[in-house]
């Protein structure tokens, strides 16, 4: 075996048993499944008591239907006067009373509370009233409460014609909306990897720079030989984790409620086109090995590990900043922001992917980012690797910039 895959072997089977990799791939489980299962794990760990609401009706319309009773509000319509259902509201028998009145045709209505209420409750009662009020006006044209829930529960259908024959068909909103949905996954994925796998090979090369270790390595292997074994090997455990955190995600999809939400996520890959599969994957792996690349090569500048956070904070804040850039996309995804961030290499491969998926752009377009992605990639390695072997053994004292101009005197 040559030294290169003794290399990659060694690092991969390191790092691969290290409780920090096993204690990530749980954490980020962990993380996930809270997500998804949110609603199951609140209703197993957080059950409350439903809300209990009475509701007092001094008009002659009939709101029965529209107050119905769920897992998280309990309706009643006593007879009994205000001042009686204020006592009980008072002595805890109910959490709110609802008081509607009809002033000059319209309707009024008074939410009664000893305690305040939470946030979503007053907005779920509100949210009904109000519709109970849109109703009540409907219902003063002397409709039947079925014709007036009927005209309220309308929707018009909406579809796009693109008069544009040369122009690909425009997404309709629901497709924007699924490809944002969808973006925004496929960003957290690549934040979260790029971030812990900068981290882990800029801090690996400055441990062993500063331990002396690599004047070892060195003495019987081409730095070129170590700086590509630390790219495969680290690109190899990033691509392991991913595989496993989805094998396991998809395990628990299938096993948890039935399958349903398995369901769900079929769904919402059947919807997703072929095309947008294959960019979202070539971005994702473009996008891991342009920051594992510049991972390495901070890690060689510095002269002792302690040193490495500050090295590779450029990259971090570069990083973060896509991210931030991604978060903004997700509600106006066509800003001039997004649209300039998409062609950055270092932030293209959080935003290209929602720019693709919730706004129409023509197919040259992520072509293009992609392109630029893949040359930046190709003149950051050959740089990286030139400097790397200069670097890697240069101690020098100062910021990373004095340690760039070092490195340079020292080699020139």
């Given at each position: ?390 670097s890697v053994l240069t101690y020098s004292t100062g910021g990373i ?12």
């Amino acid at each position: 075996m040559s030294k290169f895959w003794i290399l990659v072997k060694q690092l991969y089977k390191q790092k691969i048993k290290a409780k920090s990799f096993i204690f990530s791939i749980l954490l980020y489980l962990v993380v996930i499944s809270c997500v998804m299962f949110w609603s199951d794990i609140k209703e197993a760990l957080f059950s409350e008591e439903p809300l209990k609401v009475a509701v007092i009706n001094d008009t002659d319309a009939d709101f029965k239907a529209l107050f119905t009773s769920s897992a998280d509000v309990e309706f009643s319509f006593p007879k009994d006067n205000e001042s009686k259902v204020e006592k009980k509201v008072k002595d805890g028998d109910l959490d709110a009373a609802i008081f509607i009145q009809d002033k000059a045709g319209s309707l009024v209505a008074e939410i009664a509370t000893f305690n305040p209420l939470k946030f979503n409750d007053q907005q779920s009662l509100s949210s009904s009233i109000q519709y109970a009020g849109k109703l009540y006006e409907v219902q003063q044209l002397n409709l039947t409460a079925e014709q007036a829930d009927k005209i309220l529960q309308s929707e018009t259908m909406i579809t796009t014609k693109n008069l544009n024959e040369e122009a690909a068909g425009g997404k309709s909103e629901d497709e924007k909306s699924a490809g944002i949905g969808a973006s925004m996954i496929v960003g957290f994925i690549i934040y979260g990897f790029v971030m812990s796998f900068l981290s882990m090979i800029t801090t690996d090369v400055a441990s062993e720079k500063g331990s002396r270790v690599l004047e070892v390595l060195l003495a019987s292997i081409k730095p070129v030989t170590h700086f590509l074994a630390k790219l495969t090997g680290t690109f190899l455990l990033a691509v392991t984790q991913i595989v496993i955190l989805f094998a396991v995600q998809s395990l628990l999809f299938i096993l948890v409620d039935g399958g349903e939400k398995w369901d769900t996520v079929i769904e919402v890959i059947n919807s997703l086109s072929a095309g947008y599969v294959a960019y979202v994957l070539a971005f994702l792996i473009l996008t891991i090995l342009l920051f594992l690349i510049m991972g390495a090569l901070l890690g060689s500048l510095v002269s002792k590990v302690e040193e490495s956070g500050q090295a590779m904070m450029p990259a971090m804040m570069v990083g973060v900043g896509g991210f931030y850039v991604l978060l903004s996309g997700m509600y106006s995804p066509d800003t001039i922001l997004v649209k300039v961030c998409s062609y950055i290499p270092f932030t293209a491969g959080m935003v290209m992917p929602l720019r693709i998926g919730a706004t129409d752009i023509a197919a040259s377009e992520p072509m293009i980012s992609l392109g630029i992605l893949i040359v930046t990639v190709v003149l950051l390695f050959m740089l990286s690797l030139s400097f790397y072997k200069r670097s890697v053994l240069t101690y020098s004292t100062g910021g990373i910039i004095q340690k760039i101009k070092t490195v340079l005197k020292v080699t020139t």
